[in-house]
């Protein structure tokens, strides 16, 4: 009886978790959207769809399942089938640009999020970043200009090879060397005044963000 009567109060509680979940589900596939058009997915569109579970575990009585189509026409399929490495951390940003204030993930990573954007949608990105930033610790890895000058603090990560082995290493910028490292980034291997100076209105402009 004892066994019966939690079993019942455990299919109740599954119950009231799996109404408050779909009562949201809309919402928030309406935000994740929003932001993925700020982040140049502008043809996208998105379901969050609940199946029932057989038996209930540890998260409910559901099993949920983001869909998504990065272009418009394309139909809906699992996130995890059909973004590229660099989609899915955009996906991701998106997604905990909304949830970051709720959640308990104190330090998120990025890698390659700039992969296949350029211009106004990597100042976006950037933007966002910086916007999350202010609750979680943001470790982002890019190639971007625009992104790099919005870091609180800038590593630079490199290899050198010898006649046996290849060695990765990491160092930490100081605020010149980081505006020399987005100088090259700006215009390759050969910093001129231009780029520098491009590189310190791009950091300037993310400190006022």
Known sequence: ASLSKSYEALISAGNKLSKARKAV??????????ELNDLNFSGAALEIRFE??????????????I???????????PLVKTASGGEISRIMLAIKKITASSDAIPTLIFDEIDQGI???????VGKK??????DKQILCITHLPQIAAMADTAYRI???????STYTHIEKLDSSAQIDEIARLIG???????????????IESAKNI
């Open 25 to 34: 589900a809309q919402e928030l596939s309406e935000k994740i959207l929003i």
């Open 52 to 65: 029932s579970k057989s038996s209930p575990d540890e998260n409910g009585l559901d099993d949920v399942e």
């Open 67 to 77: 869909l998504i189509s990065t272009n418009k026409g394309e139909p809906l399929k």
């Open 118 to 124: 350029s211009g106004q949608a990597a100042h976006v």
């Open 129 to 134: 970043l910086r916007e999350i930033a202010r």
């Open 158 to 164: 490199f290899k050198h090879s010898d006649d046996s």
């Open 188 to 202: 390759g291997e050969s910093i001129t005044d231009a780029t520098r100076k491009n590189a310190e209105e791009l």
